[in-house]
């Protein structure tokens, strides 16, 4: 039997931060889960995905370290339609978080934009534009 892809795990400095963030992007996680050092929550369709605090990670990896500058993995949000690729964005940026790239219309024919967690790790926003 072949591994099957079930998790995507990301380190997070604040969990309650990290966690503020992607329940605005309309993930189901309680607000207990905040002081929580490690949190999972499963998405439609099986695959999971989990936050864990630094001191988690080092508590069985003592030599860890974050990445260096920049991102290496980013996350992606289907949005329902451009305007609310627009609205997301627009949302998200108003409550403080990083807008790295605002919404445009790319050339392989999605409204895109890219935000930034409290970690500093890339969510894009993307839907379909019209033909």
Sequence with gaps: MAPTFNLIGLVVADMGAALA???RLGLDVPAEADSEPHVEATLPGGLRIAWDTVDTIRSFDPG???PGEGTRVSLAFACADPAEVDRVYDDLVKAGYDGH????????????AIVHDPDGNGVDLFAPLPS
């Design 101 to 112: 790239k605002e919404p445009w219309n790319a050339f392989w024919g999605q409204r895109y």
């Design 21 to 23: 963030f992607y329940r």
């Design 64 to 66: 860890w370290t974050p």
